[in-house]
Protein backbone atom coordinates (compact mmCIF):
# COMPACT_ATOMS: atom_id res chain seq x y z
CA UNK A 1 0.00 0.00 0.00
CA UNK A 2 1.19 3.39 -1.24
CA UNK A 3 0.31 6.04 0.77
CA UNK A 4 0.76 8.62 -1.89
CA UNK A 5 0.18 7.41 -5.91
CA UNK A 6 1.58 9.69 -8.40
CA UNK A 7 0.87 9.47 -12.48
CA UNK A 8 2.14 9.30 -15.15
CA UNK A 9 5.19 7.73 -14.17
CA UNK A 10 6.62 9.02 -17.61
CA UNK A 11 6.12 11.45 -19.48
CA UNK A 12 7.49 12.56 -23.21
CA UNK A 13 6.12 16.23 -24.11
CA UNK A 14 7.07 18.41 -26.97
CA UNK A 15 8.98 21.81 -25.92
CA UNK A 16 5.76 24.40 -25.26
CA UNK A 17 3.25 21.71 -24.46
CA UNK A 18 0.97 21.99 -21.23
CA UNK A 19 1.74 19.36 -19.04
CA UNK A 20 0.11 18.45 -15.14
CA UNK A 21 1.10 15.44 -13.33
CA UNK A 22 -0.88 14.38 -10.77
CA UNK A 23 -0.69 12.98 -6.93
CA UNK A 24 -3.35 11.43 -4.74
CA UNK A 25 -2.39 10.31 -1.36
CA UNK A 26 -4.32 8.14 1.04
CA UNK A 27 -3.17 9.57 4.48
CA UNK A 28 -3.84 12.81 6.91
CA UNK A 29 -1.42 15.68 5.71
CA UNK A 30 -0.29 18.57 7.44
CA UNK A 31 0.79 19.65 4.05
CA UNK A 32 1.74 18.41 0.21
CA UNK A 33 5.14 19.03 -1.21
CA UNK A 34 6.52 18.57 -4.88
CA UNK A 35 10.37 17.72 -5.42
CA UNK A 36 11.95 18.24 -8.41
CA UNK A 37 15.45 15.75 -9.11
CA UNK A 38 17.78 16.62 -11.94
CA UNK A 39 19.41 13.57 -13.48
CA UNK A 40 22.52 12.41 -11.04
CA UNK A 41 21.79 15.63 -8.84
CA UNK A 42 20.36 16.62 -5.42
CA UNK A 43 16.40 16.93 -4.56
CA UNK A 44 15.22 20.80 -4.28
CA UNK A 45 11.24 21.97 -2.81
CA UNK A 46 9.42 22.83 -5.77
CA UNK A 47 6.13 24.04 -3.34
CA UNK A 48 4.93 23.55 -0.52
CA UNK A 49 0.82 23.27 0.11
CA UNK A 50 -1.53 23.05 2.16
CA UNK A 51 -4.45 24.54 0.47
CA UNK A 52 -5.22 26.26 -2.93
CA UNK A 53 -2.75 27.12 -5.29
CA UNK A 54 0.54 28.33 -5.62
CA UNK A 55 2.77 29.50 -8.21
CA UNK A 56 6.44 30.40 -9.53
CA UNK A 57 7.17 30.98 -12.83
CA UNK A 58 6.00 28.62 -15.26
CA UNK A 59 5.13 26.09 -12.36
CA UNK A 60 1.93 26.39 -10.91
CA UNK A 61 0.77 23.71 -7.99
CA UNK A 62 -2.82 22.72 -6.88
CA UNK A 63 -4.65 20.74 -3.95
CA UNK A 64 -7.90 19.68 -2.93
CA UNK A 65 -7.81 18.49 0.73
CA UNK A 66 -11.42 16.97 0.28
CA UNK A 67 -10.21 14.85 -2.50
CA UNK A 68 -6.77 14.21 -1.06
CA UNK A 69 -5.25 15.40 -4.88
CA UNK A 70 -2.97 17.50 -5.75
CA UNK A 71 -1.36 18.67 -9.58
CA UNK A 72 1.76 20.03 -10.66
CA UNK A 73 1.49 21.65 -13.84
CA UNK A 74 4.13 23.40 -16.09
CA UNK A 75 3.19 26.26 -18.78
CA UNK A 76 5.57 26.67 -21.60
CA UNK A 77 7.57 23.41 -21.11
CA UNK A 78 11.31 23.43 -21.82
CA UNK A 79 13.85 20.69 -22.49
CA UNK A 80 15.42 22.31 -19.23
CA UNK A 81 12.04 21.05 -17.16
CA UNK A 82 13.16 17.30 -17.81
CA UNK A 83 13.42 16.08 -14.58
CA UNK A 84 11.57 13.51 -11.87
CA UNK A 85 9.56 15.33 -10.00
CA UNK A 86 8.03 13.81 -6.75
CA UNK A 87 5.01 14.10 -4.65
CA UNK A 88 5.50 13.80 -0.65
CA UNK A 89 3.28 14.45 1.84
CA UNK A 90 4.13 15.41 5.67
CA UNK A 91 2.14 14.58 8.94
CA UNK A 92 2.27 12.59 11.44
CA UNK A 93 4.75 12.13 14.52
CA UNK A 94 8.41 12.75 13.96
CA UNK A 95 7.62 14.83 11.18
CA UNK A 96 7.27 11.43 8.81
CA UNK A 97 7.80 12.45 5.13
CA UNK A 98 6.06 9.88 2.48
CA UNK A 99 7.01 9.90 -1.35
CA UNK A 100 5.29 9.39 -4.24
CA UNK A 101 8.01 7.11 -6.77
CA UNK A 102 8.29 10.16 -9.56
CA UNK A 103 6.97 11.17 -12.39
CA UNK A 104 9.94 11.49 -15.22
CA UNK A 105 9.74 13.79 -17.58
CA UNK A 106 11.76 14.41 -20.66
CA UNK A 107 11.03 17.66 -23.29
CA UNK A 108 11.75 17.37 -26.53
CA UNK A 109 13.14 20.04 -28.28
CA UNK B 1 24.45 29.02 4.24
CA UNK B 2 25.74 25.77 2.63
CA UNK B 3 22.24 23.80 3.45
CA UNK B 4 22.64 20.52 3.54
CA UNK B 5 25.99 19.25 2.96
CA UNK B 6 26.54 15.28 2.49
CA UNK B 7 29.51 13.47 1.86
CA UNK B 8 31.15 11.24 -0.20
CA UNK B 9 28.86 11.75 -4.02
CA UNK B 10 30.17 8.24 -4.79
CA UNK B 11 31.57 4.91 -3.24
CA UNK B 12 32.56 1.70 -3.81
CA UNK B 13 32.22 -0.56 -1.34
CA UNK B 14 33.37 -4.58 -1.09
CA UNK B 15 30.93 -6.84 0.76
CA UNK B 16 31.78 -6.48 4.51
CA UNK B 17 33.16 -3.37 4.54
CA UNK B 18 32.03 -0.90 6.70
CA UNK B 19 31.77 2.93 6.05
CA UNK B 20 30.06 6.11 7.17
CA UNK B 21 28.24 8.79 5.27
CA UNK B 22 28.47 12.73 6.67
CA UNK B 23 25.70 14.35 6.58
CA UNK B 24 25.95 18.12 8.14
CA UNK B 25 23.14 21.34 8.39
CA UNK B 26 24.01 24.96 8.48
CA UNK B 27 20.31 25.66 9.25
CA UNK B 28 20.15 24.84 13.03
CA UNK B 29 17.03 22.60 12.06
CA UNK B 30 15.95 20.41 14.58
CA UNK B 31 14.80 17.52 12.17
CA UNK B 32 16.74 15.36 10.05
CA UNK B 33 16.74 12.20 8.02
CA UNK B 34 18.45 9.75 6.27
CA UNK B 35 16.70 7.70 3.09
CA UNK B 36 17.42 5.39 0.33
CA UNK B 37 15.96 5.75 -3.20
CA UNK B 38 15.92 2.63 -5.01
CA UNK B 39 15.14 2.25 -8.66
CA UNK B 40 11.61 2.44 -9.16
CA UNK B 41 10.42 3.28 -5.67
CA UNK B 42 9.77 6.15 -3.36
CA UNK B 43 12.53 7.45 -0.86
CA UNK B 44 12.10 5.03 2.07
CA UNK B 45 13.42 6.49 5.51
CA UNK B 46 16.43 4.81 7.06
CA UNK B 47 17.07 7.01 10.12
CA UNK B 48 15.65 10.20 11.32
CA UNK B 49 16.55 12.38 14.21
CA UNK B 50 13.92 14.76 15.89
CA UNK B 51 16.83 17.28 17.65
CA UNK B 52 20.46 15.98 19.00
CA UNK B 53 20.69 13.06 21.66
CA UNK B 54 17.53 11.70 19.72
CA UNK B 55 17.18 8.91 16.69
CA UNK B 56 14.62 6.81 15.58
CA UNK B 57 13.95 4.32 13.29
CA UNK B 58 12.63 4.24 9.61
CA UNK B 59 10.91 2.16 7.71
CA UNK B 60 14.01 0.23 6.32
CA UNK B 61 16.49 0.58 9.55
CA UNK B 62 18.46 -3.05 9.24
CA UNK B 63 22.01 -2.79 8.53
CA UNK B 64 22.52 0.90 9.42
CA UNK B 65 23.03 3.16 12.35
CA UNK B 66 23.44 6.24 13.06
CA UNK B 67 23.93 8.76 15.56
CA UNK B 68 23.07 12.55 16.60
CA UNK B 69 25.70 14.39 18.85
CA UNK B 70 25.49 17.37 17.49
CA UNK B 71 22.28 19.98 15.86
CA UNK B 72 24.51 19.76 13.02
CA UNK B 73 25.38 16.48 11.95
CA UNK B 74 23.67 13.18 11.36
CA UNK B 75 26.04 10.91 10.05
CA UNK B 76 24.69 7.21 8.35
CA UNK B 77 26.84 4.17 9.08
CA UNK B 78 26.83 0.97 7.30
CA UNK B 79 27.94 -1.96 9.48
CA UNK B 80 29.35 -5.19 7.21
CA UNK B 81 28.16 -3.71 3.58
CA UNK B 82 25.43 -6.12 1.78
CA UNK B 83 24.62 -6.03 -2.03
CA UNK B 84 21.29 -4.98 -0.96
CA UNK B 85 22.72 -1.80 0.39
CA UNK B 86 23.31 -0.54 -3.36
CA UNK B 87 21.42 2.40 -3.54
CA UNK B 88 21.51 6.73 -3.42
CA UNK B 89 21.04 7.94 -0.22
CA UNK B 90 19.56 11.25 0.84
CA UNK B 91 20.22 13.04 3.85
CA UNK B 92 17.79 16.06 4.41
CA UNK B 93 16.78 18.15 7.62
CA UNK B 94 13.54 20.09 7.94
CA UNK B 95 11.73 23.13 9.75
CA UNK B 96 8.24 23.54 10.78
CA UNK B 97 6.83 26.41 10.01
CA UNK B 98 4.47 28.70 11.82
CA UNK B 99 1.90 28.58 9.79
CA UNK B 100 1.75 24.82 9.44
CA UNK B 101 3.61 22.29 7.01
CA UNK B 102 7.41 21.79 7.18
CA UNK B 103 9.80 22.83 5.08
CA UNK B 104 12.30 20.42 3.57
CA UNK B 105 16.24 20.21 2.17
CA UNK B 106 18.45 18.02 1.10
CA UNK B 107 22.16 16.74 0.13
CA UNK B 108 23.03 16.04 -2.89
CA UNK B 109 23.34 12.41 -2.29
CA UNK B 110 25.35 9.50 -2.28
CA UNK B 111 25.39 6.74 -4.76
CA UNK B 112 26.68 3.40 -2.89
CA UNK B 113 27.67 0.39 -4.50
CA UNK B 114 28.63 -2.76 -3.18
CA UNK B 115 29.79 -5.64 -4.83
Known amino acids: KNEVEQSPQNLTAQEGEFITINCSYSVGISALHWLQQHPGGGIVSLFM???GKKKHGRLIATINIQEKHSSLHITASHPRDSAVYIC???????????FGTGTSLTVIP | NAGVTQTPKFRILKIGQSMTLQCAQD?????MYWYRQDPGMGLKLIYY???????DKGEVPNGYNVSRSTTEDFPLRLELAAPSQTSVYFC??????????????FGSGTQLSVL
Open chain 1, 88 to 98: AVSGGTGNQFY
Open chain 1, 49 to 51: LSS
Open chain 2, 27 to 31: MNHNY
Open chain 2, 49 to 55: SVGAGIT
Open chain 2, 92 to 105: ASSFRLTGGGEKLF
